[in-house]
């Protein structure tokens, strides 16, 4: 089911924002977490383009979702032109 798609990241020491065939499925505060088939994390410096992975998202604690938390940790903060939207709710089209 999800081979063949493209997952894209922004990384400014950790994944910031990533997306699923152009299309947001994860805006900070959340998180985006990358391992290997055995379970080993896959660190920045050791991520390649093209490599099979395999992505883990968990929510951010509620206070950085909320709106004071937002203007320090929002996609806005990034540069990113996007309203925050939760990872659970950009994740539904993906997961049905």
């Known amino acids: 089911k999800y081979?063949?798609?493209t997952l894209k990241s922004w990384i400014m020491?950790?994944?910031?924002?990533?997306?699923?065939d152009e299309r947001p499925i994860l805006m900070p505060p959340?998180?985006?977490m990358f391992l290997q088939d055995n379970g080993e994390p896959i660190?920045?410096?050791?991520?390649k383009e093209g490599m099979k992975i395999n992505?883990?998202?968990?929510?951010a604690p509620e206070k950085w979702r909320s709106p004071k938390g937002l203007q320090y940790f929002g996609?806005?903060?990034?540069g990113f032109r996007y309203e925050y939207v939760p990872v659970e709710e950009l994740l539904?089209?993906?997961l049905k």
């Open 3 to 5: 081979e063949g798609h």
């Open 13 to 20: 020491n950790e994944h910031i924002m990533a997306w699923i």
């Open 30 to 32: 959340d998180l985006l």
């Open 43 to 47: 660190t920045n410096t050791n991520l």
């Open 55 to 59: 992505a883990i998202v968990a929510k």
């Open 75 to 78: 996609p806005q903060r990034f």
């Open 92 to 94: 539904k089209w993906w």
